[in-house]
């Protein structure tokens, strides 16, 4: 997705199952992914600078937001399900 600097942009990642940590990266071309943030409850919030983590109530889907989009924002954003005991 393409954005202009300034706006805000969300991101959603939805599964048919129920985890317990959704997981949260960014990898930079040519880089490789990093860990920006790991979410354990359901209806959590957490926030990282203009980037607010949701984890979903239903425990099925996890959201990205990020408020007033910078260059240093340009990346691609991964998301990943665990079921950890």
């Not at 600078?49 to 996890?62: I, V």
Request: proline share 4%; net charge negative.
């Amino acid at each position: 997705m393409f954005i202009q600097e300034g706006e805000d942009v969300s991101m959603n990642c939805t599964s048919s199952s129920i985890f317990n940590t959704w997981l949260w990266y960014k990898q930079d071309p040519g880089e490789g992914p990093v860990l920006l943030v790991t979410v354990v409850t359901g209806g959590e919030v957490k926030k990282l600078k203009r980037l607010t983590f949701q984890f979903g109530d239903a425990r099925k889907d996890s959201s990205l937001h990020i408020t007033a989009a910078q260059p240093g924002d340009t990346g691609l954003y991964l998301c990943a399900g665990a079921q950890c005991s």
